[in-house]
């Protein structure tokens, strides 16, 4: 399975109400990262909290790191149309694949902002 | 205007023909990456490089290659696609140390193999 994993899966809200993702993950991290990504379109990054960070703000965007629950949320508040995405958190994790260390992505969580 | 250029955006093609997707970024990237995201799988990594000359396998490399001889660009080459390749493919940089660095994404290559 995913190093990071989004929960819930789906969320549906309404214009001008917060939205709360969260990410769980396995292993120890440096950091952990969230991205966005428009139906079909390229991911975009949205921020980054280290593993020594316990909150971290931009904008409308508000991210916590739990590293003794190994979990991190997202939370954007005000929520617009506009926001209606997926969104997902990358942790780096080991790869044995690869001999190194990786920026690992979960599956997402697709939010529906309605008007 | 910074920003990783992928092409093709969309490729029909069919089992064993040799296709490459071509990906290049302006912003002097030293770390360039290629993923691959499929419904239920997220996105997973193909290969990665380091900088010119530099490569390396990421977790699903099997049936790709790569090169990096200029560091601006850095195509993936399917030498003989099958159709468990079809999926969208984005190529991605990073300026930081790349490996766990702030990346910046292409448009993405939406891949069919018939």
């Known amino acids: 399975s995913q190093q990071g994993e989004e929960d819930p899966q789906a969320l549906s809200i309404q214009e001008g109400e917060n939205a709360t993702m969260n990410c769980s993950y396995k292993?120890?991290?440096?950091?952990l990262q969230w991205y966005r990504q428009n139906s079909g379109r390229g991911l975009v990054h949205l921020i980054l909290?280290?593993?020594?960070?316990r909150e971290k703000h931009s904008g409308r965007l508000r991210v916590t790191l739990d590293t003794s629950k190994k979990s991190s949320s997202l939370l954007i508040t005000a929520s617009r149309a506009a926001d209606t995405a997926s969104y997902f958190c990358?942790?780096?994790?080991?790869?044995?694949?690869?001999?190194?260390?990786?920026?690992?992505f979960g599956e997402g969580t697709q939010l529906t902002v309605n008007p | 205007e910074a920003q990783v250029t992928q092409n093709p955006r969309y490729l029909i093609t069919v089992t064993g023909k040799k296709l490459t997707v071509t990906c290049s970024q302006n912003?002097?990237?030293?770390?360039m990456s290629w993923y691959r995201q499929d419904p239920g799988l997220g996105l997973r990594q193909i290969y990665y490089?380091?900088?010119?000359?530099?490569?390396d396998k990421g977790d699903v490399p099997e049936g790709y290659k790569v090169s990096r001889k200029e560091k601006r660009n850095f195509p993936l080459i399917l030498e003989s696609p099958s159709p468990n390749q079809t999926s969208l493919y984005f190529c991605?940089?990073?300026?930081?140390?790349?490996?766990?660095?702030?990346?910046?994404f292409g448009e993405g290559s939406r891949l069919t193999v018939l």
């Open positions: 490089s380091m900088n010119v000359e530099v490569t």
């Open positions: 912003m002097n990237h030293e770390y």
């Open positions: 909290i280290r593993s020594n960070e």
């Open positions: 991605a940089s990073s300026g930081g140390t790349g490996l766990t660095g702030e990346l910046f």
């Open positions: 990358a942790t780096d994790a080991w790869s044995f694949v690869a001999s190194g260390s990786r920026l690992t």
């Open positions: 292993t120890s991290i440096n950091n």
